[in-house]
């Protein structure tokens, strides 16, 4: 299952301090694992509790999309507006182990795809099938890149993450991965479309 | 991408004010009148979600304001839902009342209300409910309505049961068990109507629904699974689809237990006729009388080898092909899965899965899909009495030496290693020799790897190995280049003039034995190169590559381990081999500065720390570290190292620790670490020059007085250097040091340890004392124990 899907930035951001990373999109799945510790928490506690999980997240991501971006030493082309699957194309990828209680209660593999200054996360249990779960992390990817046309200078992904949660709903309902090929992934994607339409 | 307006959106969303945030509350809760929503509206709801969620705490909403929403949920609208659901998440849970509310008001649940529920459940009861809620839905729609609606029921139990299994009762989990059998292999074969069947043509003349396709266009002949396709879907298609997306998880969390309970089930579907007989398990027929948790193992196993058989089409398009690969992973794994249940479906699987290793060894482009090969090679083989040598020869052989750029292999490698590590290192003879193959994977890419090694790499130091290991690892930064340079080899095959001076080497026949050393696969070929300098050379300009600079941050976390570990398997012999290496390569490291200060410092902790452990290795060694100290040139490029050699010197080079600890011994030592500290102190040292540093020579003093406190003819000649030093100070600043408090501790250092030498006895005593004194156990010591003592005296004062 995938724990949770996070859209952030990966490059410095003038607001914060140096390595840490802005989350703009998250959305976790299932129920709150706090609820299973022994520790009593009220919902404040816990809803605290799981942003700053999602901040230790995203914070390991953009440390590992620097580190590899300065190792393969490349340049990054700045794609625009309608240039999508060029920006997919020329995205690093990657695959960071979260240990167990840093900070999920489990051991969890957090794959990661930085295309430009963004950041799309996938965490998932570590026994998930990371070949179906890096696949549905590029098309979600695309499908966020071009709904909410992030390779723009809009904020869209502030003001219509309501398209992130229908998308993730079709796609990757409560973080279930499914084995979708293309006629099945058509018929979804078409009804994504049509809620987009609106 | 992430602009300033961005970052002042969200501002603006937390800095909010009280009275303002009350103001877009009423008037949100007016344009939330009526049934439909404006677009303002919904503009204002997404607003308010961005302001909830941009707040680090809880943001409560209005009691109203809150009912409007929770109303919503139940709204036909999916715009609504998700809206009320994404702002409802971000805030207070819904009190109990509500909660039954919306469980009642909303039946079936829709997945935005359910996602509500699911993400402020307080606890294991509420999200049994919820199981129990859920299910009765499914239970209930059997026959009506689209079950398209209900998709979102599996995965919601999925994810509950990654956390909680016991939220379902042994009723549902049957209950589900015989509903995934449906699904999963009773699932119609003909096409749904596809979303545009209408046309012009449509009339009384119904057109026969067409059977289902293979993803290479054939007609399918067997049963329904997810690399089937048509124009249109069933319900029951969609939730075979569903089913088999949660099938492993469900398996791994439900053992089958056989308890031989074989009460035959009456009311499935397999009795309807026409039910599709599989061609591939012709033992299918019996599986009928089976419990409903081995039948559905059974339909699984049946599932998997279908797919297996599927992904050997040849795919139209790339996702398809991507996902033919995704399916055999998640087969072979739950084919291993089902056999650890079952050891007898071994005998079944293992045909279908030598096929299938048969067919992909040799292309690596399938390499992701033969580590569950491997692992189920390494569960069952043994049973199955199967050769695995050309499973591990690909695992441990090709992999790393041809894919170490490829992250995720990498990274799913690595966790096959650390989840096997046990079994490996008692049946996979090549697993401890492979490990200049499996450093590749962390020399090309050790942020990400670095953690995986630091489990791994225990497993890996063997008595055998350790030599040639600790030279690997010192070399990690000269194999990080010689991969680049692979790379750019095959990818530039014609040297372009001007271009890298180390590709040039890389590819010139003198050099080659240098580079191949560095590229082998397996260890027992020798410890290390003799030429390592001139490697260290023609990689010059590779210190600045930020690859190989990662790589050599990464070493000095895993030269500690290496040492904790090898102090636990090694011998004295090895031990000592083992000080001689370092003293040996301390000035031999790839030219990168931060990487040889760390090492050094890393070297300098444990050569403390082997020796204090057995301190006749000092005696044993006693040549080699005698000849580094005495090398003046040591003195200044490796002050570290040459501290601590000093000062174990000094420290251990006694009788007392080792009885073949002559006084020639002594004395030629003792001459040694005189005539280096004669000459860093002389006054012939240009002005100008770089200093020793002042613990060097502190060190180097304590050390001359301990060896001469062992031999007593030795304490003239330190007393009169000690008695000199004191007085060239007093006569101003020198040459060797620069500081006046540096100088100032020097010579108080001095002045002490003259002040203990005019006392040989007392020097003796404080300078190499016995080891019942430095190891002081007072409170063991019955003879010396406060209380004990205390106890006698009292009894002694109280008697009358």
Redesign the interface.
């Known amino acids: 299952?995938v724990r949770c899907f996070l859209i952030h930035?990966v490059?410095p951001?003038?607001?914060l301090g140096a390595g840490e990373s802005?989350v703009?999109y998250?959305r976790?799945?299932?129920?709150?694992?706090a609820?299973?510790s022994d520790q009593e928490m009220t919902?404040?506690e816990r809803?605290?509790l799981q942003?700053e999980k999602l901040a230790v997240v995203a914070r390991q991501v953009r440390?590992?999309v620097t580190?590899?971006r300065?190792?393969?030493?490349r340049l990054m082309a700045e794609a625009l507006l309608g240039e999508e699957a060029l920006a997919l194309q020329e995205a690093d990828?990657?695959?960071?182990?979260l240990?167990a209680g840093d900070p999920f209660s489990g051991e969890m593999?957090a794959l990661w795809l930085g295309?430009?200054?963004?950041g799309f996360t996938l965490v998932c249990?570590?026994?998930e099938?990371?070949?179906?779960a890096?696949?549905t992390l590029r098309n979600l990817s695309r499908h966020c890149l071009e709904q909410l046309h992030?390779?723009?200078?809009?904020?869209e992904?502030?003001?219509?993450?309501?398209r992130v949660?229908?998308l993730l709903?079709r796609l990757l309902?409560?973080?279930?991965?499914?084995?979708?090929?293309?006629?099945?992934?058509q018929?979804l994607e078409?009804e994504v479309a049509a809620?987009m339409a609106? | 991408m992430f602009s300033h307006g961005s970052e002042s959106l969200i501002k603006q969303a937390r800095e909010i004010q009280e009275s303002e945030l009350k103001k877009f509350y009423s008037r949100l809760i007016k344009l939330l009148q009526g049934k439909d929503l404006s677009h303002e509206a919904v503009d204002s709801l997404q607003r308010l979600h961005l302001i909830l969620s941009a707040n680090k705490f809880i943001t409560k909403l209005s009691p109203e304001l809150h009912g409007k929403v929770v109303s919503l949920l139940s709204s036909p609208s999916e715009q609504h839902q998700v809206l009320s659901s994404a702002v409802l998440r971000e805030t207070l849970p819904p009190s109990g009342q509500e909660l039954n509310n919306i469980s009642e008001k909303i039946n079936p649940l829709n997945s935005h209300a359910a996602a509500l529920l699911l993400s402020q459940a307080r606890s294991r009861t509420d999200l049994s409910s919820l199981c129990a809620q859920l299910l009765r839905s499914l239970e209930s729609r059997q026959s009506e309505g689209p079950t398209h609606a209900s998709t979102h029921t599996l995965p919601i139990l999925n994810t509950i049961l990654t956390h909680s299994p016991e939220c379902l009762t042994d009723d549902h989990v049957t209950l589900l068990s015989k509903k995934l059998v449906d699904w999963l292999r009773y699932a119609s074969i003909t096409q749904g109507s596809g979303s545009s069947s209408s046309g012009f043509f449509t009339g009384p003349r119904s057109r026969q629904p067409a059977p289902i396709a293979e993803l290479d266009g054939t007609v399918s002949g067997d049963f329904f699974t997810v690399l089937c396709v048509g124009q249109g879907f069933t319900d029951d298609q969609w939730m075979n689809v569903y089913s088999f997306s949660m099938l492993r998880h469900w398996l791994l969390t439900y053992h089958c237990v056989s308890n031989g309970n074989t009460t035959a089930d009456t009311d499935d579907r397999s009795e309807v006729d026409g039910s599709v007989v599989s061609m591939v398990s012709a033992t299918s027929s019996s599986s009928r009388l089976l419990p409903p948790k081995e039948r559905l193992r059974e339909k699984a196993f049946q599932y998997c080898q279908r797919l297996i058989e599927q992904s050997d089409r040849k795919a139209h398009k790339r996702t398809d092909v991507d996902l033919q690969k995704a399916c055999l992973v998640e087969a072979v794994c739950m084919l291993d899965c089902v056999c650890v249940e079952d050891a007898s479906l071994v005998y079944r699987a293992f045909p279908c899965i030598k096929a299938l290793f048969g067919r992909l060894s040799s292309d690596l482009s399938f390499a992701r899909v033969l580590l569950p090969i491997a692992q189920f090679y390494l569960n069952h083989g043994e049973m199955a009495a199967v050769d695995c040598d050309s499973v591990w020869k690909l695992v441990f052989d090709r992999f790393p030496a041809e894919m170490f750029n490829d992250n995720f292999l990498a990274h799913e490698l690595l966790r096959f290693l650390r989840l096997n590590l046990e079994s490996l290192q008692l049946r996979v003879q090549q697993y401890t020799q492979s490990f200049p193959n499996l450093l590749k994977l962390l020399a090309w890419n050790s942020p990400a790897m670095v953690d995986d090694f630091v489990d791994l790499l225990p497993s890996l130091v063997t008595t055998g190995t350790a030599v040639e290991l600790l030279h690997t690892l010192l070399d990690l930064p000269c194999l990080s280049a010689t991969l680049i340079l692979q790379l750019r080899s095959t990818c530039m095959p014609i040297s372009e003039p001007g271009g890298l001076m180390s590709l040039d080497a890389f590819r010139n026949p003198s050099f080659r034995g240098l580079f191949l050393f560095l590229l082998r696969a397996e260890s027992g070929s020798g410890d290390t190169i003799e030429r390592l300098s001139t490697l260290h050379d023609l990689l010059s300009e590779a210190v600045e590559w930020p690859r190989v600079v990662q790589c050599a941050q990464a070493v000095p976390v895993l030269l500690h381990i290496f040492f904790n570990t090898v102090v636990t398997v090694a011998n004295e012999k090895l031990l000592s081999h083992l000080i001689l290496v370092m003293l040996e390569r301390s000035n031999l490291l790839l030219d990168i500065p931060e990487y040889i200060t760390e090492t050094h410092r890393v070297f300098s902790c444990h050569l403390l720390r082997l020796c204090k452990l057995h301190p006749c290795l000092v005696v044993d060694q006693s040549r080699e570290l005698r000849e580094f100290a005495g090398t003046i040139a040591n003195v200044y490029n490796q002050e570290e190292i040459y501290t601590h050699v000093v000062w174990v010197l000094g420290e251990y080079l006694s009788v007392s620790y080792d009885s073949r600890c002559s006084v020639r011994l002594i004395t030629s030592c003792f001459e040694t670490l005189e005539a280096v500290l004669f000459e860093v102190t002389s006054s012939s040292t240009p002005l100008g020059a770089v200093c020793p540093a002042p613990r060097v020579i502190t060190t180097l003093m304590s050390a001359l007085a301990k060896l001469a406190s062992r031999s007593h003819d030795l304490i003239p000649r330190v007393s009169l250097f000690l008695s000199k030093l004191r007085t060239v100070t007093r006569g101003g600043p020198v040459c060797w040091c620069s500081d006046e408090d540096d100088l100032v501790s020097i010579v108080t250092r001095g002045e002490e340890l003259w002040s203990l030498l005019k006392a040989p006895g007392v020097a003796q005593s404080v300078l190499t004392p016995p080891p019942h004194v430095i190891t002081p156990k007072w409170h063991r010591d019955t003879n010396l124990a406060m209380p004990l003592q205390l106890r006698a005296l009292t009894n002694l004062t109280h008697s009358q």
């Open positions: 299952m930035t490059c951001v003038s607001t802005r703009l998250s976790v799945f299932g129920p709150d694992e609820i299973f919902p404040e809803r605290l942003k440390s590992a580190l590899s300065e190792a393969s030493g990828s990657g695959v960071a182990r240990r593999s295309v430009q200054s963004l249990e570590a026994h099938n990371l070949l179906l890096e696949g992030l390779l723009g200078q809009g904020s992904v502030l003001l219509r993450s309501h949660d229908a709903n309902p409560h973080g279930q991965l499914l084995f979708l090929n293309h006629r099945f992934a018929s078409k809620y609106k």
